[in-house]
């Protein structure tokens, strides 16, 4: 251990162990989980981030050894630690440059955010020396002073490869298409068990593999064309789950992106349709129903059974206003007749 901390005070990394692990130190190869409460602050102690408390919620830090994380220095002080151990490193600038665009990652993430907001548009060292904010002040003042910082480190668990499941985001982009098929099959599976919200999901989960890839090509190239023709019918299943959620508004915004691309889509159209005459946009649903018989005119009696639907609907709408109407004006008192004395 004492060979450990002198490598470490080598590299500009201070250990202090807080409180002592169990077990033996492992291995850590590369595709080791590894599971992690984190604290950083500047060496004055002001507290910048924690992972118990960020986004109102306490949600561990979990890794991939090997994965290439932004923050190298996190893998180098995990690998000394034993499960359950708390430990304290200060760890000079040189290791810590990169902290301010990763904590801005981390704090998107914990709002619900997209992790990549507010950086799509350099890379990392670029923008570490420009000004560009990074939409916090505490990391705008960082970025501008590289400074060493400490990080209280809790090692919560440590999983060996293969005894768990990756997360999309930690997955090869061959790893990841290979497990979209998978995933559809699990959202159809789902969908006819009548589990729709967990259907969604799988759908979801499956659409943004894809598009992750997409992102990589250029679109209407060969490759970016062939994801595309995978996400379609996956939106498609993920717009019938919203359908059913009663989500119309998302169902005619996803149908009307498939239909710009590809305009003989029966599909898109008809489910479109469904939407449209749910929020009461008649001249729309009818448009769509129209295309629908045009594109498939086989799906004549399930237009038929929509429009007759509809066409009720609309009936008992206006019948409903009109009562209310009626009501309104057969309830009014009649104004009072000043009378003079």
């Given at each position: 251990?004492?060979?450990e ?5 080598e ?56 994965k ?34 990763v ?17 799509r ?22 970025q501008?002073n ?11 668990e ?6 768990f ?20 099959e ?23 593999c ?90 004549g009696?399930s ?39």
């Amino acid at each position: 251990m004492e060979e450990e901390a002198r490598k470490l005070v080598e590299e500009g990394i201070v250990k202090k162990l807080v409180s002592p692990g169990k077990g033996e130190l492992s291995s850590f190869p590369n595709g080791t989980k590894v599971v992690f409460h984190y604290r950083t602050s500047l060496c004055d102690g002001t507290l910048l981030d924690d992972s118990r408390t960020m986004g109102g919620r306490s949600k561990p830090m979990e890794l991939i050894l090997g994965k290439k994380f932004k923050l190298a220095v996190w893998e180098r002080v995990i690998i000394t630690m034993r499960q359950g151990e708390i430990a304290e490193f200060t760890c000079d600038n040189k290791h810590t440059a990169l902290y301010p665009l990763v904590s801005q990652s981390l704090r998107n993430i914990s709002v619900g955010k997209d992790p990549l907001e507010g950086q799509r548009h350099c890379c990392g060292i670029a923008q570490i020396h420009s000004h560009h904010s990074l939409g916090h002040k505490d990391l705008d003042h960082l970025q501008a002073n590289p400074q060493a910082l400490v990080f209280t480190i809790e090692l919560l668990e440590v999983l060996p490869p293969g005894s768990f499941q990756l997360d999309v985001w930690a997955m090869t982009d061959q790893e990841k298409l290979e497990l979209v098929p998978q995933m559809h099959e699990e959202g159809n599976s789902l969908f006819k068990q009548g589990k729709i919200a967990e259907a969604t999901e799988k759908y979801y989960n499956g659409i943004a593999c894809l598009k992750n890839l997409q992102m990589k090509e250029h679109p209407g190239d060969e490759a970016w064309i062939k994801l595309d023709l995978m996400i379609t019918p996956l939106l498609l299943n993920y717009c019938q789950c919203k359908l059913l959620q009663a989500q119309y508004y998302e169902v005619i915004e996803h149908c009307t992106s498939l239909v710009f691309k590809y305009e003989d889509n029966v599909k898109a159209y008809y489910k479109r349709a469904k939407a449209h005459a749910a929020v009461w946009n008649e001249a729309e649903a009818r448009a769509d129903f129209t295309k629908v018989l045009e594109l498939d005119p086989s799906l004549g009696p399930s237009v038929a059974k929509e429009l007759r639907a509809m066409e009720e609907r609309i009936r008992n709408k206006e019948k409903e206003e009109k009562g209310r109407y009626k009501g309104l004006f057969n309830n009014s008192t009649p104004p009072a007749t000043a009378t003079t004395g």
